[in-house]
Every structure is written in structure tokens, then in C-alpha cells.
T-cell receptor, first 113, second 112 residues
């Protein structure tokens, strides 16, 4: 069975600084990988996805993520964070054999003015 | 498209009462998922449907929980009887592929 680890429970960055959120997965084959964002009181919104091909994927709101098979990682990055990016971020992995996702425990992002 | 619609957005009920949560998926999406989110356990998949048929209900915590999808545009999650430990945010999500899932705003359930 697949699993996802987000090692950082909480990250604080200043507005305008760069951001990297870590995600490590465990799965025997090529995984389907996702990043979602959840603002307070809201549902989860899909930021980006990786199925195959180019290992650097672009998403909405200026986010990107890079799939590194050798490190079993799919880290999320943004070059310059905006105050509106403050939210909780979830990494998720899907398996080809089952149409369902396994979510990480989330990383809470705080943005300082 | 209006996105996934869930109702009610908030529900407060007393222990022992029946609770019914409702979901309208995005039109054309063949997959529907029910999740529960709590601080302690994070986001848990309860059950999912494909073409209105339940595929995997292994996440349903107990027999007190049941879910139905009578047609492609409507699903319910029912808890009977409800208990305080059922307090959580319940999300419905839909998908055309099963992988890219689009979430509703959630129903915050409080059982007193």
C-alpha cells in the first residue's frame, strides 16, 4: 500500500521569500502525485499533479513541484510567497490499481508580513 | 460549473440522532468520494463510488455509517445513531478519472 510523509507540520516564511514544502512517498511503481491546498473553512483545491513525463510540473497560483524518483520525493516550491498563500498544504499519492488517493498529514504555512 | 455542492455546511445534533449529509458531484464525473477530516486522524477516505456503485467502503468506521448514490447527481452519507466521536468535517469529492479529485466545501458536523 502507498503512503505519504510530510515531515514539516508547520512552516513560517516571510512574504516575498521562496518556499519549499517537502513530500516523500512510498509506492512500488510509478505513482500519481498531487498537491492540494486548503484554506480555513474550505475544501481542498488541486494545485498540481504528476502522472508521467516531465518531472517538473507547473500548477496554479505560481506553484511548481518536482518529482524525484531516486529520492521518492515530490516537493512543492514557489519562488515568492504571497500573504494569500497562507493555508494548509497536502501531498497525495494515487496508485494505478485503485482509484483513490492517500493523503499526507499536511503542512501548515504561515506567511509573515 | 458550480463545483461539488454539499449540504448542510454546518450540522449540530445530539448524540443518538440520525444525521444525513448530502453531496451533488460535478456533472459528468463518474467517481464520488466521501472523506472525513479530524485533527487527530487527518483526512480519511470513507467510501467511494464509480458509476453509482460502491467500490471500496473499507474506510467506513462502523455499521452506524452508510452511504448511497441513487443516481449520478446525488449521494448521501448517513450516520445513525450519531456519537460525539463522529464530530468532524466531512468532504465529498468527485472526479472524472478517479485521480484528480475536486472537493466540496465540506460539512462541519458537531455531535453533542
Amino acid at each position: 500500500a502507498q503512503s505519504v510523509t510530510q515531515p514539516d507540520i508547520h512552516i513560517t516564511v516571510s512574504e516575498g521569500a521562496s518556499l519549499e514544502l517537502r513530500c516523500n512517498y512510498s509506492y512500488g511503481a510509478t505513482p500519481y502525485l498531487f498537491w492540494y491546498v486548503q484554506s480555513p473553512g474550505q475544501g481542498l483545491q488541486l494545485l498540481l499533479k504528476y502522472f508521467s513525463g516531465d518531472t517538473l510540473v507547473q500548477g496554479i497560483k505560481g506553484f511548481e513541484a518536482e518529482f524525484k524518483r531516486s529520492q521518492s520525493s515530490f516537493n512543492l516550491r514557489k519562488p515568492s510567497v504571497h500573504w494569500s498563500d497562507a493555508a494548509e498544504y497536502f501531498c497525495a499519492v494515487g496508485a494505478d490499481s485503485a482509484r483513490q488517493l492517500t493523503f499526507g498529514s499536511g503542512t501548515q504555512l504561515t506567511v509573515l508580513p | 460549473d458550480a463545483g461539488v455542492i454539499q449540504s448542510p455546511r454546518h450540522e449540530v445534533t445530539e448524540m443518538g440522532q440520525e444525521v444525513t449529509l448530502r453531496c451533488k458531484p460535478i456533472s459528468g464525473h463518474d467517481y464520488l468520494f466521501w472523506y472525513r477530516q479530524t485533527m487527530m486522524r487527518g483526512l480519511e477516505l470513507l467510501i467511494y463510488f464509480n458509476n453509482n456503485v460502491p467500490i471500496d467502503d473499507s474506510g467506513m468506521p462502523e455499521d452506524r455509517f452508510s452511504a448511497k448514490m441513487p443516481n449520478a447527481s446525488f449521494s448521501t452519507l448517513k450516520i445513525q445513531p450519531s456519537e460525539p466521536r463522529d464530530s468532524a468535517v466531512y468532504f465529498c469529492a468527485s472526479s472524472s478519472t478517479g485521480y484528480e479529485q475536486y472537493f466540496g466545501p465540506g460539512t462541519r458536523l458537531t455531535v453533542t
